[in-house]
């Protein structure tokens, strides 16, 4: 399969092929969250069991997407956005709170979102592994995002006197890696505590890392 098929146009069923389409696509991601995040998995779904999942034919698959993994490429993608989405509002909410609050705030919207759904985390964490090179590509690219979130906060934190001034983006790296090998521990039940207790180990790193023992606030800070 070298290319999309073309999908039909004009207006049918009082929707436009615009919003037909949008329709398909969106009936074949659901389809794929439940069975790439849950049973059994990217590797063992095929076009067909894919299309009769979302209820429709492999030759509308073709007119959405080539392959499966340009299906699994827009969910990683949607998943990740749903989770910076929430982040960003808990940021914006959370603009005037102490850095320790603020912190915490933050992840809490961030650990809820992503494990309010077990398949969103096996989307991010284990079905993304592995499948090419430009998956790699962009799951890292993703993860990129991640740190210059992490970064940006530890500037502004910087700026307020609430955090020791230095190069955040290494440091950035390696909690990012905490962050998803965490969560991806406590999903799959090998860390015995509540999301509560795993936020909370998260927030203590993060500021561990923002504030180390030699650092003093600036006078007035």
Request: charged share 25%.
């Amino acid at each position: 399969m070298t290319g999309r098929l073309r999908a039909p146009t004009g207006r049918y069923g009082g929707k436009t092929a615009e919003e037909r389409q949008a329709e398909r696509r969106r009936r074949f991601l659901d389809a794929a969250l439940q069975l790439f995040g849950d049973t059994p998995g990217y590797r063992a779904t095929t076009v067909a069991a894919l299309s009769e999942a979302a209820g429709l034919s492999t030759r509308q698959f073709y007119e959405e997407f080539r392959t499966l993994e340009d299906v699994l490429a827009a969910l990683h993608l949607e998943v990740n956005a749903w989770a910076e989405q929430a982040v960003v509002a808990a940021v914006t909410g959370a603009e005037n709170l102490p850095l320790a609050e603020r912190v915490a705030a933050i992840f809490h919207a961030y650990a809820a979102n992503v494990t309010g759904d077990p398949r969103r985390i096996r989307i991010t964490f284990v079905e993304i592994i592995g499948v090419s090179p430009r998956l790699e590509e962009q799951r890292l690219a993703r993860r990129a995002r991640w740190v210059d979130l992490v970064c940006a906060e530890a500037e502004a934190a910087v700026a307020r006197g609430e955090a020791a001034p230095r190069d955040y983006r290494l440091a950035a790296a390696a909690f990012i890696g905490s962050v998803n090998g965490l969560l991806h521990d406590w999903n799959a039940g090998w860390v015995h505590a509540t999301l509560d207790e795993v936020v909370e180990e998260l927030v203590r790193q993060l500021l561990g890392i923002l504030r180390p023992p030699e650092w003093e606030p600036p006078p007035g800070a």
